[in-house]
Every structure is written in C-alpha cells, then in structure tokens.
C-alpha cells in the first residue's frame, strides 16, 4: 500500500513539473505585444527584447529582471550602440532626445530675460501710457506666450518620444 502511494505520488510530482510552462513576450515596432511558448515563433530581430514569463495555472506570472541571451541568437551580435531600436540606432535616439532638450534649455534661458524685461518695462509703467508707447511691452508679451506654447509643444514632443522609445525597448541610458 505505501508503495503505491508513493507511486502516485511520484506521478503526481513529475506531472506536476511539467505542467510548468514559459510563455514568451516581446514588443514589435509597432507598439503590438506578442505571446508564444515556442522560441522558435520570436522574429530574430525581437529576440533581445524578448521577456520570458514562468507561470502554472492560478500563479502569479513573474518576469525575471534579466535575460540571457536566446541560444538560437547569432555568436557575434552588433555592439549595443549598433543595434536598433525602433529603427534608430543609439546615436539617432541620443540626438533626438539632445536636441529636444536643448531648444527648451535655450528657450528657458531666453526666457528669464525677457521675462525681466517685461518687469522692468511694467515698473516704468509703460503700460499705463498711451497706446503707443505699450506697443513694446505687448510685443514682449506676445514674444513671451509663443515661447511658452512651443516650450510646452517641445515639452510633448519628448514625452511623445519617451511613449515611443518605451514601445521600442530603447534602453534608459540612451534617453539621457
């Protein structure tokens, strides 16, 4: 009797061990999330952002921090700056983010000055004169307001840009 017990549960057990399943996920270009559970279905070019999720029926599906390297991935893979992401390789994404950020640096800097001037402009109290002598002053308003729009244009332009990269698996250093 104790044998077949521990027969059926030696069954029990290996059953049990198989029942266990990864199932596969990547992100293509397009933003689509794909699932498999066989690694041969994952697109090569998908393959390095490839999640590998371990999960039994009624478990909490976890997806471990890191990954190695699939065994059906080429030896001699392209350096990290070579690879592309979204179809950008590094330098594309560094420069986009790099210049985003430096028009909005420029047009901050640009407007503290003028921000002081219209200050300095309201403390002479221009603006209680006649109408042409406001004119100035309504010019550096109206400077002002259009730095401001495309400040916050550029400012949706990088998170336009974050949306995507995150999509693309583009990795965070390269959005500095």
């Known amino acids: 009797m104790v044998r077949h017990l521990i027969a059926v549960f030696m069954v029990v057990f290996v059953f049990a061990a198989t029942a266990r399943g990864e199932t596969y996920e990547w992100l293509d270009d397009q933003g689509v999330v794909h699932f498999t559970d066989a690694p041969a279905k994952i697109p090569d070019k998908y393959r390095k952002r490839v999640k590998v999720r371990e999960s039994v029926k009624g478990e909490e599906i976890r997806v471990p921090p890191a990954q190695e390297k699939q065994p059906s991935e080429p030896a001699g893979s392209a350096p990290m700056e070579q690879q592309l992401y979204g179809g950008h390789d590094m330098s594309w994404w560094r420069m986009s983010y790099e210049s985003l950020r ?9 407007l503290l000055e003028k921000r002081d001037r219209l200050a300095a402009l309201r403390h002479r109290r221009i603006v209680y004169q006649k109408g042409s002598d406001r004119a100035p002053y309504n010019e550096l308003k109206a400077e002002i307001e259009r730095d401001e729009a495309r400040m916050t244009e550029l400012q949706e332009k990088i998170a ?7 999509r693309a698996g583009v990795p965070s250093g390269w959005r500095q």
């Open 102 to 110: 430096d028009e909005i640096k420029s047009i901050q800097d640009g």
């Open 160 to 166: 336009t840009l974050d949306a995507e990269a995150s």
